[in-house]
């Protein structure tokens, strides 16, 4: 049996990674719909080897539509989205609208699929921020195995999590400091992103971390365990594709490296690039494209009783965003429509 899909927010960079994932795992779907603003009504789109015009989100009725993944943003997935559920139409929402709602489950499937359930709350289940997503999936088999007592982690993300803009901004940046007289003023970041990183992403709290990284305290707990502590510092690098994490883990029990190299590559999602030489390990220009979440430089820290410091890297356009909503998509088709 296929389902009738809405990808809503086909024109944007995950609209677009979405309706590639579909093709390539080759998603149960009798119909794909493409849905986004006016201005782009009629705006094609490709969906493996179809091209699919886009409609018009305003006026489209979600009434015998499945599921909708969502990749619009918060103001507008506030207008949509109770309309979809309300048809009847599951959503799967990518914004940070629903991420941290107590009757609206955060999923990442390798990490706690049986939270699908609670889809039926409202109809709505919600996507992770990019970040958090890669980390919680290295997270589980540790958890499982040792208890996560503390986690620090310290991310290197890339333009593209602040969408197609921000890697405008970087590629005329770089090109204009080549180019006398064609520099280009930072609009979409702070300050310079080209040849520079800067330690904000998302806006300032009071007490001094930015929502970003109150945003990955805050989803990991609800993910993974609410008795993680988690403290991090976002930064943003001049890379296009790929987000990178520097991440120390405190544990309750011992675990040595050895082990915990082990665990990783029996994980679901996990692919362990970790060799103590020169080039072995993973970067994002080997994780672009890929599914998998990439773990490497695994090792002991001696500076607490059960520590460890490992390097995760992933294509956050895909495991921290599109990937991840249609893998919930795959979830909730075989836990719950497949059930009949």
Known sequence: MGYKIAVVGATGNVGREMLNILAERRFPADEVITLASRRSLGTEVSCGDKTLKTQDLETYDFEGTDIALFAIGSEATKKYAPRAAEAGCLVIDNSSLYRYDPEIPLIVPEVNPDAIEDYRNRMIIANPNCSTAQMVVALKPLHDRASIRRVVVSTYQSVSGAGKSAIDELWDQTKGMYVPGQEVEPEVFP??????????IDVFLDSGETRE??????????????????????????VFVGHAEAINVEFEEFVDDDEAREILRE?????????????????PVECVGDYATFISRIRQDSTVENGLNFWCV?????????????????????RVLGTG
């Open 267 to 283: 994980s679901p999602g996990i692919l362990v690039v970790d060799k103590r030489e020169p080039g072995g390990y993973a970067t």
């Open 213 to 238: 990284e109150w945003k990955m305290v805050a989803e990991t707990k609800k993910i993974l365990d609410p008795s993680v502590r988690v403290t991090a510092t976002c930064v943003r690098v001049p």
């Open 314 to 334: 992933s294509d956050n356009l895909r495991k921290g965003a599109a990937l991840n909503a249609v893998q919930i998509a795959e979830l909730y088709i075989n």
């Open 191 to 200: 300050k310079q992103i080209a040849f520079n990183v800067i330690p904000q």
